[in-house]
């Protein structure tokens, strides 16, 4: 067994979240997956995942402390050491999965935190490591707690609520205060889609725009394999493939914008 649990809460994802779900699958015992109220094909599509391993239901969640009891409730769940927390627009590549199961063998660390690419128009482009970063365990840049175990951070629980949320032991002490030498910052990334559309429901700009993620920048090429996932398709759903490419019209916005953000961070940074 890898005694590994992964987690994961979702709503209208089905674009990205067959290949976040695939990607992760072969590396963990079970994964636990909660849809809060999709309205897009994402109930199908997980449903149409054939593995003893997932545990799928579904909970409509109307406000952020609704789906703090959703995580709450999977931690409940939860009979391995290590939880894996993963996302419906985070996909793995499988030497990634491997380098996160190698080091939970060794039982050394209390948690792992996972470096990723944050793409912008097409899985072939990123976001520079500076914009946007995270400060954790004294270093900055793109990553994330995303592996936990149960066994070293004792009474791990689940509290707050979006964006105030945090798992902490049974002390009160966040899990993001231990010491960094307790934690292990992968060498390889996931790519983060959560700047593309990620729904098939409804017009892709106006929805993608209403919740503060789409992005329209330049970036810069990721040079390195894709993960393996998306080269599978679930043709039942008639989904955009992730594989497609910018379009002219991202491009010219991109080219037309990207020089006002930088110039926008510069004074900010200044200031």
Known sequence: MANITAHMVVKNEDRFVGYAIRSVLPYVDTFLITDTGST???IKLISSIK???IIFDSIPCLTRADITRVRCEHIRKTK???IWLVDGDEIYPYKLCEEICTVIQQNKYFGIVVKRYDVLGDVFHC???SVGSYSLYGKTGHFSTRVISRKKITGLNFTGDYPLEDYHDNKGVRI???PSNQFYFTKLKY???G???RSSAGSSLFRTLNRHKYKIETGYPINTSLPEIFYQRFQQFDLVSPLKPRSVWYKIAAHLITPIKKLKRMVKRAS
């Open 40 to 42: 897009d094909h994402t």
């Open 127 to 129: 976001q520079a490591e």
């Open 80 to 82: 391995t050491d290590w």
């Open 51 to 53: 593995s003893p391993k």
């Open 195 to 197: 700047y593309l559309t």
């Open 191 to 193: 790519w983060h889609v």
């Open 176 to 178: 993001k205060n231990y």
